[in-house]
């Protein structure tokens, strides 16, 4: 199967009350991961790269590898662009067959960011390329984009609305009061907020920052209208773990594929969990 628009399985997602998993990748090994995992689960999934990424492996590399997944693997899979401030990489991305992006304009004052986002969206749909916009700010670091606690900041429900009509994106990022990377305790969703938003706007919602958010809470965010959720950090813990204990149980271990494939096993199993933790299992039967 070639790579296709997420908006063919996000809207779907959005019907049925559950949420696309959308994971963040970094090399080979966590793509096979994401895409065997999503295949085992037998449901739609969508590959991310920062821009960090993208710098570490190169655009050529990462999409010819989702590309050659997506032909092995008979499952929908969407290849999108994570939290991308530049227009130029943007339409490099486009042209090496990336399916969805994000331009992350948040940072920039009210009418910068409509801007530029609108600018983003007219090339890109006129490809059947989605586009997720964002309003508010998420705290936390991903990759190489920090935002500080205190310049973190939520979504109001009527910029919503406005941002929505005025920039023509297919799915909008909320800051509810996740935040990428790390928690230091729980964190503590604004659900009313998330209400409001969902009761004013009809496109698909999306939330960042899901790594170590108690499942309680993503079922909520769910029954109250999230459709995709972000997942980066809770990958590369067990990763990093997997190849930290190959080497602690066989300190003479030179050998990649031993202490790679033990990562990509690990990050397997979380990404089957997620993917279930979004009742997306089998939600690819629906799209046929
Ligand atoms: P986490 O690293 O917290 O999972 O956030 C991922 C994310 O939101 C990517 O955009």
Do not use: W
């Not at 090994?29 to 590959?47: L, R």
């Amino acid at each position: 199967m070639a790579l296709i628009n997420p908006m063919k399985f996000i809207e779907k997602a959005q019907e049925k009350g559950c949420a696309i998993a959308s994971f963040n990748v970094h090399n080979l090994e966590t793509i096979q991961a994401v895409v065997e995992g999503a295949y085992e689960e037998n449901c739609p999934v969508i590959i991310q790269t920062t821009p960090g990424t993208l710098k570490h492996a190169g655009i050529p590399y990462i999409a010819a590898c989702v590309k050659a997944a997506a032909e092995l693997y008979d499952v929908p899979i969407a290849l999108h662009v994570d939290h991308c401030k530049s227009f130029e990489t943007i339409m490099q991305c486009i042209r090496y067959g990336y399916t969805s992006v994000m331009i992350d304009a948040a940072h920039l004052p009210y009418e910068e960011n409509v801007a530029m986002v609108k600018k983003v969206v007219e090339v890109a749909k006129s490809v059947g390329v989605a586009v997720e916009g964002e309003l508010g700010r998420i705290g936390g670091t991903e990759d190489t984009l920090t935002v500080d606690e205190r310049e973190a900041t939520f979504t109001v429900p009527s910029e919503a609305v406005e941002f929505v009509k005025a920039t023509g994106i297919d799915t909008l990022a909320i800051a509810i009061g996740t935040a990428h990377g790390e928690y230091k305790g729980e964190p503590k969703l604004d659900f009313e907020r998330l209400s409001e938003i969902r009761k004013c706007v009809d496109l698909p919602l999306v939330l960042h920052g899901a790594s170590g958010v108690p499942d309680y809470q993503i079922k909520e965010s769910l029954s109250r209208g999230i459709s995709k959720i972000n997942i980066a950090t809770e990958l590369k813990i067990p990763m990093a773990k997997a190849i930290k204990e190959c080497f602690a149980n066989k300190p003479t271990e030179i050998d990649p594929r031993n202490y790679m494939g033990a990562a990509k096993l690990a990050v397997k199993e979380v990404v089957r969990e997620k993917i279930r933790l979004c009742n997306g299992t089998n939600l690819a039967d629906c799209l046929k």
